[in-house]
């Protein structure tokens, strides 16, 4: 059995933009160090043949004719001295490694090794030397020794070859000595330029290298200021409650996503405009329902006063009761339909004190209170939340109805409001049989009635306050009585400092 397939994820807008700028700018890296070494090489090479020729230089100024007219090499003492006088050799050029990259000489003549090598520390670099007259006659050095073709300028010739499995770079200097025609050549092995070479490679790589760090670095800060408009809009959007139907803001938008946003408020306003006619079809409908129920009371009212039958009676106060659950009812559809978050805009809410709703709330239910012999009280401390009045006052009816409904008589309701820990709160406590936890979610549901109940109710009084409470930003509790048993019924709104949030959303 083969495995599901995860749907592939798609990267994001900045690992998009970092890997359509990290390849041109790799590239660019590549380029850059091909041609910086192209630049640097040829110049560094030039000096390195520079001072090359100043070697066959010092060799030169060595070379003397003797009375018998045969050139010979002289050994100096130490060092490299300066040029005789009576030599023909043109001065050196400038040395633009400096006087102390000139490499110490060690001359060997005679039947002795051709072979001197630098003085540096660790140095692997060999010098191969050879004078010798135009027709090929040897005068000194290693006879074996290539000798450098073609003209350089100035009597000096260069030129790469390979002796004894050896690399060496060459070069040939014409000139006479005492009027004779001499060859001086000087092979230099390539370990020095290697390493200069290797090592200016690698400075230039590292320092091309942290360029391109810094410059991802800035792009990559570039790249996340340039998206935070768009990840506050998406925090915008995943703060927003399911039921809030309001446009997105477009101004703070970037222009590139502006077409986005467009047809999410395209979309938000065709489900806005759906419920809508939802809730004025509940509305027409309970309005409609509102009229003949009331003519239909009217009527058994009439009927019974006309009738002086017992039995008759009976069933007239039965209809009588049966016309007041449904006006009930439809006055719930119509205040669940109006409570609707779609249904009223954000310049619906004002300030509301939380004492002054419990004090008109209890006055209107009083009368029902007293019928059934039901202590009603409060308890207030001063506190205000930002909502809609006549939403509040639908809820705490419900919560007070409710409580009427499910509390034996001779019993107990408190109405509460104050502060809990910086935020307001309504509270409506009874001594009823309360409701057991494992219903206290499916009560908050549409026309759900918990076991035990009159069949008066229309299973809509908590459905409407959960969702009055849910257009407030508000938390609908449902816990135990602080004290014996019943239900304690909680409203939690938001504190102050998120009042800016029920503003917006």
Same mark, same amino acid.
Request: a neutral charge; proline letters at 8%; one cysteine or more.
């Given at each position: 059995?083969?495995?599901?397939? +995860? ?24 380029? !850059? ?5 192209? #630049? ?34 002289? *050994? ?25 990259? *000139? ?83 000087? $092979?230099? #092995? ?23 760090? /810094? ?28 039921? !809030? ?43 409609? &329902? ?6 239909? *009371?009217?009527? &058994?009212?009439?009927?019974? $006063?006309?009738? +002086? ?32 978050? !779609? ?13 002054? &709703?419990?004090? #008109?709330?209890?006055? !209107? ?21 930002? $909502? ?7 809820? /705490?009816?419900? &919560? ?85 048993? $019943? ?19």
């Amino acid at each position: 059995m083969s495995a599901v397939s +995860r749907p592939r994820r798609a990267p994001s807008i900045r690992g998009r933009l970092l890997g359509y700028l990290l390849l041109p700018l790799v590239l660019l890296l590549v380029a !850059s160090v091909w041609a910086d070494h192209r #630049t640097y090489v040829t110049p560094l090479y030039n000096a390195f043949d520079r001072a090359l020729s100043h070697t066959v230089l010092a060799i030169a100024a060595h070379l003397t004719r003797g009375p018998d007219g045969q050139v010979h090499l002289e *050994k100096p003492d130490s060092g490299i001295p300066p040029m005789p006088p009576n030599s023909t050799a043109p001065p050196p050029p400038s040395d633009p490694l400096g006087e102390h990259d *000139k490499p110490p000489l060690r001359f060997e003549y005679g039947n002795r090794p051709s072979l001197w090598t630098h003085l540096f520390p660790g140095g692997r670099e060999s010098f191969l030397y050879r004078v010798n007259l135009p027709d090929g006659q040897a005068v000194a050095g290693d006879q074996g020794l290539p000798i450098a073709r073609g003209g350089g300028g100035n009597g000096f010739s260069y030129n790469d070859a390979v002796y004894k499995q050896l690399p060496l770079r060459i070069v040939s200097y014409h000139t006479q000595v005492s009027g004779q025609p001499v060859i001086v050549s000087v $092979g230099e #092995t390539m370990h020095r330029r290697d390493r200069a070479v290797r090592r200016l490679d690698t400075l230039i790589g590292l320092s091309d290298g942290i360029q391109l760090l /810094l410059v991802l670095g800035v792009c990559l800060f570039g790249i996340t200021v340039a998206l935070r408009p768009i990840n506050r809009l998406g925090e915008r959007i995943a703060h927003r409650q399911p039921q !809030s139907l309001q446009p997105l803001p477009v101004a703070p938008v970037p222009s590139e996503v502006r077409p986005l946003v467009q047809s999410l408020n395209t979309l938000l306003g065709t489900v806005r405009n759906a419920a809508q006619a939802q809730q004025h079809f509940l509305t027409n409908a309970a309005h409609q &329902l509102r009229t003949p129920l009331s003519g239909l *009371k009217a009527q &058994l009212e009439v009927l019974a $006063g006309e009738t +002086r039958d017992g039995a008759q009676q009976e069933r007239i106060a039965r209809l009588h009761d049966s016309v007041d659950r449904l006006a009930h009812t439809a006055n719930q559809l119509l205040a669940l339909a109006r409570a609707e978050p !779609s249904a009223h805009s954000p310049g619906d809410f004002t300030e509301v004190q939380l004492e002054a &709703l419990i004090g #008109t709330v209890a006055d !209107s239910m009083l009368d029902r209170a007293i019928a059934r012999n039901i202590d009603l009280g409060a308890e207030c401390e001063p506190a205000h939340v930002h $909502g809609v009045l006549w939403l509040l006052h639908e809820l /705490l009816i419900n &919560l007070l109805d409710n409580a009427i409904r499910h509390t034996p008589e001779d019993g107990r309701i408190t109405l509460r409001c104050g502060l809990h820990g910086g935020a307001p709160y309504l509270e409506v406590e009874d001594n009823g049989p309360g409701i057991p936890i494992s219903e206290r979610e499916r009560v908050r549901e549409r026309f759900y009635r918990a076991a035990g109940s009159d069949g008066q109710s229309s299973g809509l009084g908590l459905a409407i306050v959960e969702e009055i409470a849910r257009s407030h930003h508000a938390r609908f509790e449902i816990l135990d009585a602080r004290v014996g048993t $019943g239900a304690r019924m909680r409203v939690a709104f938001p504190s102050e400092g998120m009042k800016e949030q029920v503003l917006t959303a």
